[in-house]
């Protein structure tokens, strides 16, 4: 009997990594073989919201879905802004996708994030910490990493850092500022940051978190341990001041203003940076993007 072949349903896949996930999966596996759906209406992406579990099944036995990326969720700033909604979406949401995946036996990807981490995790975050997050889009990754050791499916996941892209804007986290800065550096040359000028954060660039996804889905099951529901995975840790100096190489006359708001909140109870040895040593994760090259690629595709 031959292998049966990849068939993959993207969840959320307007969103920010999902504009060049799947890209990245129609490169890699075809055009035909990614499904790719989100709760808003576009041209190129059927209309599916996971709140529907019977039209996730549906939608899985009809298309003959293997692989399910899912991608759809809440993330912390609009989800302390919308704590029940945040919950509903991203845990009964999942929790949906997964008995459709459990049903047709898919294997499954459902990201995590560094919002796992509270104010009682060392700033250089471990792989196996307490988890304590200080929000609710933290609890519900929590609950997501517990989710893949306990259902029975093949079901993975990484700790996102704060992701870096130019295709499609960030989409209401804390980390949204490292993203907005450069659109705002090359219109107005200057940003209001709401975030100190001091606080330090691990960010990806999304290439890398991209690379980190397919490499992770790659990897032989037996390969991954009990980090398997969500891995650390480093890029780099900068300050938004060494960013505003970062981009400075490239246009000197920016000017950045520190005008924190609640998302300091949220980016104070994370780590600073993150330790990645298990991801490295199971699946052989390794970044390559460091803060001036993520700087130069966004400038330079952005402009
Ligand atoms: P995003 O907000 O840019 O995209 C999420 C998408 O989900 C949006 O297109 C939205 O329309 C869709 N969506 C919302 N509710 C939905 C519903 N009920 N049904 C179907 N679709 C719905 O988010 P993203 O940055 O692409 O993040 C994707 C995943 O990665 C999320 O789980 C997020 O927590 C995680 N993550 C992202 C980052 C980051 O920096 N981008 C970091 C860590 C983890
Ligand atoms: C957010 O800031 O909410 C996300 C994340 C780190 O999970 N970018």
Same mark, same amino acid.
């Given at each position: 009997m031959g292998t049966v072949p990849t068939r993959i349903l993207v969840t959320g896949a307007l969103g920010q990594i999902g504009t060049e996930l799947v890209e990245s999966l129609r490169d890699k596996y %075809?055009?035909?073989s990614v499904v790719s759906t989100d709760v808003r209406e576009s041209e190129n992406c059927m209309q599916l919201d996971v709140m529907d579990a019977k039209r996730i099944e549906d939608l899985v036995q009809s298309k003959g879905i293997t692989d399910i990326y899912h991608l759809a969720a809440l993330l912390s700033a609009t989800g302390e802004k919308n704590p029940d909604l945040c919950w509903r979406i991203n845990v009964d949401g999942l929790v949906n996708v997964i008995s459709a995946a459990k049903k047709y036996g898919c294997r499954l990807f459902s990201p995590s994030s560094i919002a796992v981490f509270g104010p009682d995790c060392p700033k250089h975050a471990p792989q196996v910490t307490g988890l304590s997050p200080a929000t609710v889009y933290g609890k519900t990754k929590v609950v997501g990493e517990h989710l893949a050791m306990t259902s029975g499916i093949d079901m993975r996941g990484l700790r996102y850092p704060g992701l870096i892209s130019w295709k499609a804007p960030a989409g209401? %986290?804390?980390?949204?500022y490292a993203v907005e800065i450069f659109h705002a550096a090359l219109s107005d040359g200057h940003y209001d940051c709401f975030v100190r000028e001091n606080t330090r954060l691990p960010m990806m660039y999304m290439d890398d978190a991209i690379r980190a996804t397919l490499e992770l889905m790659e990897?032989?099951?037996?390969?991954?341990?009990?980090?398997?529901g969500g891995y650390n995975i480093t890029g780099c840790s900068f300050t938004a001041g060494e960013l505003v100096d970062s981009i400075r190489r490239h246009i000197p006359d920016f000017t950045c203003s520190f005008k924190p708001d609640v998302r300091q909140n949220y980016a104070d109870s994370w780590p600073d940076s993150i330790e990645d040895d298990v991801a490295r040593n199971e699946w052989g994760w390794m970044p390559k993007f460091d803060l001036d090259k993520i700087v130069d690629e966004m400038v330079e595709n952005l402009q």
């Open positions: %075809g055009e035909e209401g %986290g804390t980390t949204d990897a032989p099951f037996d390969s991954l341990g009990t980090a398997r």
